[in-house]
């Protein structure tokens, strides 16, 4: 029986990324983190595309468990679809302002072409930013757990305008691998914004497979 999948990339292949996406991302997010987030993922999937409307395509739960897993790490651009950051991007509001990036990041990285427009805006910053202990060249704000520039009460941020630009990144993380950088989904199951990111990825994936499967 063709799974969903399937018609979108091909088991070996599908395997041979996820193998490498899991290697290079084993810092950032955990089997466990993994296994959480596609839960989540998961829960919210089966409400947008129920497999009994489909059922007589033959499509299982295991279709929609294996579509969040390629959404997990495949950016949409490769098929012709958004990217990772144009989708964030795009919807914002995904994000719930619950503060947890902020108060729990181990690391807020600083490009050093972001440094001299950061301290002209941000001042008081100087004496925050150290030498990033990964990235030889580049930056990071030190004292960051919890960030201390987030409000307390409100969980916003003092320097939000001029934040630093893996701030407005996030949730996707820059990450380097085999010389090359590329930015990934911080796979935290308790952001709504890496849940929805990946949910809304998971339904473009799901439509675009069934279309291939109803067109035969």
């Excluded at 290697?23 to 947008?48: C, W």
Aim: proline share 3%; with cysteine; glycine share 4%.
């Amino acid at each position: 029986m063709v799974m969903l999948r399937d018609l979108l990339i091909s088991k070996d292949l599908f395997e041979e990324i996820r193998k490498k996406a899991l290697e290079s991302d084993g810092e950032n997010n955990s089997s466990e983190e993994i296994e959480l987030l596609e839960k989540a993922v998961f829960n919210k999937l089966k409400k947008k595309r129920s497999v009994k409307k489909y059922k007589k395509l033959g499509v299982t739960k295991a279709d929609l468990k294996e579509i969040i897993e390629l959404a997990d790490i495949v950016g949409l651009d490769v098929l012709g679809g958004p990217s990772n950051y144009e989708l964030a991007h795009d919807h914002q509001e995904w994000c719930t302002i619950c503060g947890r990036c902020c108060r729990e990041s181990e690391s807020i990285f600083i490009h050093r072409d972001e440094m001299n427009i950061l301290l002209t805006l941000n001042p008081q910053l100087k004496d925050g930013i150290v030498p990033n202990k990964e990235y030889s060249g580049h930056f990071e704000l030190k004292d960051i757990r919890p960030c201390k520039y987030i409000h307390p009460e409100t969980n916003r941020c003092a320097i939000y305008d001029s934040r630093p630009q893996v701030c407005r990144s996030y949730p996707l993380v820059l990450v380097e691998s085999n010389g090359k950088t590329r930015n990934i989904i911080n796979l935290r199951h308790s952001c709504n914004y890496s849940v929805m990111l990946i949910l809304e990825k998971s339904i473009i994936l799901f439509d675009e497979a069934l279309k291939r499967l109803e067109n035969g």
